[in-house]
């Protein structure tokens, strides 16, 4: 099977599971969870998670739980990311945010509703005895990366970040932390879960680490590009730091990075290099992220 066809069969699962687990209740706020999750999301984390565990023989069925997951706290966060207290978007994906068409409450409950779920869905996965450890190491992962050590640490930083103070230190913290961290989990949840060796979770570590860096200053360019300025404060991005230019050559030099830390390690893992070489794609309908 091609890697775009396995990528889509892959995609196609996780969009059947997140069907499932979304229509237990036909309530306002499950209606509002739904709007946010099917919002034309190219499930960039779950892809990411799901190729990973392929890469070492994970269980598909161990895998999913997982992978759902971390699709529920990407989307969570890009809703509470979207209200007016924070980045004050009124439009995500091309149609209404979830607080406009919802209204801020029910958004901020939706939020709250999905990150509840995710955790739900993980712990609740159903494991073989064996992998019950390794269960335990992945919810870790995912709540470290989520948490204020990583995502809302990052979220944190963006919004109490004085521009004048901004290095490329700085920037590269924010990131790794707000955009990075949920990535670097996807790569690593997967690994840990399909039992790979201490030296290929080396080498998904740091393609994870490249790979999250390497999407968020793909956003900052796509976003340097589009017409009309948001609403909400300008937050610090690599394209107006370094220039457009500068930004693409560091978006390439972050996508060979994550390619070679998988080569170094002799990984066979053509969808993981397909979804980071999809970051420097020409279009942006061609690429995952």
Excluded at 207 to 219: N, T
């Amino acid at each position: 099977m091609r890697v775009e066809e396995s990528l889509a069969a892959k995609k196609r699962l996780v969009e059947g599971e997140l069907d499932r687990v979304l229509s237990k209740e036909d309530s306002l706020l499950f209606r509002a969870m739904r709007y946010a999750v099917f919002s034309g999301g190219k499930r960039f984390r779950p892809l990411l998670l799901l190729s990973s565990g392929a890469c070492f023989g994970g269980r598909r069925r161990v895998l999913l739980p997982f992978a759902c997951a971390l699709e529920l706290v990407h989307n969570y966060s890009l809703i509470h990311d979207d209200l007016p207290a924070m980045d004050n978007d009124d439009f995500r994906r091309g149609r209404p945010s979830c607080h406009k068409a919802f209204g801020e409450n029910i958004a901020l409950l939706a939020g709250d509703g999905l990150l509840t779920l995710a955790f739900e869905l993980m712990a609740g996965a159903n494991v073989p005895p064996e992998l019950v450890q390794r269960k335990q190491q992945a919810l870790r992962t995912v709540s470290r990366a989520a948490g204020v050590s990583g995502m809302i640490g990052g979220q944190f930083l963006d919004i109490t970040l004085n521009p004048e103070k901004l290095t490329g230190e700085v920037l590269e913290e924010l990131v790794t932390k707000k955009t990075g961290a949920l990535i670097a989990a996807s790569v690593e949840v997967g690994a840990v879960l399909a039992g790979a060796g201490r030296r290929e979770r080396k080498a998904i570590a740091d393609f994870g680490r490249y790979l999250g860096l390497a999407f968020q200053v793909r956003d900052d360019i796509l976003d340097s590009g589009k017409k009309g300025a948001k609403k909400g404060p300008r937050r610090p991005d690599y394209a107006a730091f370094l220039g457009v230019d500068k930004a693409k050559r560091r978006l390439e030099e972050l996508v060979h990075k994550a390619v070679a830390s998988l080569d170094k390690a002799s990984l066979r893992a053509e969808e993981l290099r397909y979804l980071a070489l999809s970051l420097v794609a020409r279009k942006p309908e061609e690429s995952y992220g």
